[in-house]
């Protein structure tokens, strides 16, 4: 039940460790040379493996970031991890079924199954390099030609799993000569063109907009707009007076006049409410946040621009 991330999750997605010299991005063992992940965008070409979902409650791939390509351990055998894993997490838990898409158009040379990869595709690219899907549910699409928008199958659970999620490796050509997807994903879009990654992970939208009730997602999403803020603690859906410190200086641009000092009272929450107002929220600027104040606040804070964690 442990996060890396300190986020709210409900199964691990693979079992394992990472190993030192791979998060320091040094050499290891098998004559591969981890590089340390760029920050900068993805390469052109290149989408994330899914449809951006904004519905409440549908299921939003999120970057495992504590099990990069080269950790030692993990759900195909347990030496080195030759891809990336992305969980499989929505508003009500870790939840199976999300559509895959190929990450760059192609052809679809191989749908086969192992105890490791469970059910898997490989999709050949025009350069001669070939993507791989593993642990998949269904297959919709198990040959021929593909493009970004195609459905290959569905995220599962099959194969050597602790949980459901997809692992996706990039191969040199139709061998296992693996190599990071990441540089070529980290700031791509989804596969229909919505905005995507561009940090480790990617932050599903929250189901306030719908229920009005402020959760672990909707404190995740607004931490991470609270890094502009100058808040720099873990996007962990917990806030504390580090988060609300944060929260009151972006608020002091919507008329507080308090202190700095993490204890949000009642002209904290009247400043958020003035903002709320330019969400859609129609009620009395009370300092008293209801379903309504929080609905708008979720408006606003699942615009596509807050879903990457840097
Ligand atoms: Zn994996």
Do not use: C
């Amino acid at each position: 039940m442990a996060s890396h991330h300190g986020a709210p999750r409900t199964e691990l997605s693979r079992r394992g460790f990472i190993v030192g010299a791979a998060a320091a991005g040094i050499a290891v063992t098998g004559g591969q040379l981890l590089s340390a992940r760029p920050a900068s965008a993805a390469v052109a070409g290149y989408n994330l493996p899914f449809t951006n979902l904004a519905e409440a409650g549908t299921v939003v791939p999120r970057y495992d970031s504590s099990y990069p390509y080269g950790a030692n351990g993990g759900d195909v055998g347990d030496g080195f991890h030759n891809g990336i894993d992305f969980n499989a997490t929505g508003t009500s838990g870790t939840v199976m079924g999300r559509r895959v898409h190929p990450v760059r158009p192609g052809t679809v040379v191989l749908h086969s199954s192992s105890a490791s990869l469970g059910t898997y595709l490989r999709v050949r690219h025009s350069d001669g390099h070939e993507s791989l899907y593993a642990h998949l549910g269904s297959v919709y699409i198990s040959s021929g030609s593909v493009s970004s928008g195609s459905v290959l199958g569905t995220m599962g659970a099959s194969g050597d799993v602790t949980g459901p999620h997809l692992h996706l490796a990039f191969y040199t050509g139709s061998g296992w000569t693996s190599y990071d997807p990441w540089p070529y994903l980290n700031g791509a879009p989804y596969a229909n063109g919505s905005s995507g990654g561009g940090g480790g992970w990617i932050l599903p939208k929250t189901a306030t907009e719908q229920d009005g009730i402020p959760g672990p997602i909707y404190w995740q999403r607004f931490q991470n707009f609270l890094r502009g803020y100058g808040y720099t603690g873990p996007v962990d859906g917990v806030p504390g007076i580090n988060t609300y410190k944060a929260f009151q200086l972006w608020l002091t641009g919507w008329g507080y006049g308090g202190p700095i000092d993490g204890v949000p009272g009642i002209n904290t929450y009247k400043a958020q409410q003035r903002h709320a107002q330019t969400w859609g929220y129609g009620g009395p600027v009370d300092g008293v946040p209801g379903p309504n104040t929080y609905r708008a606040e979720a408006r606003f804070i699942n615009q596509d621009v807050y879903d990457r964690v840097a």
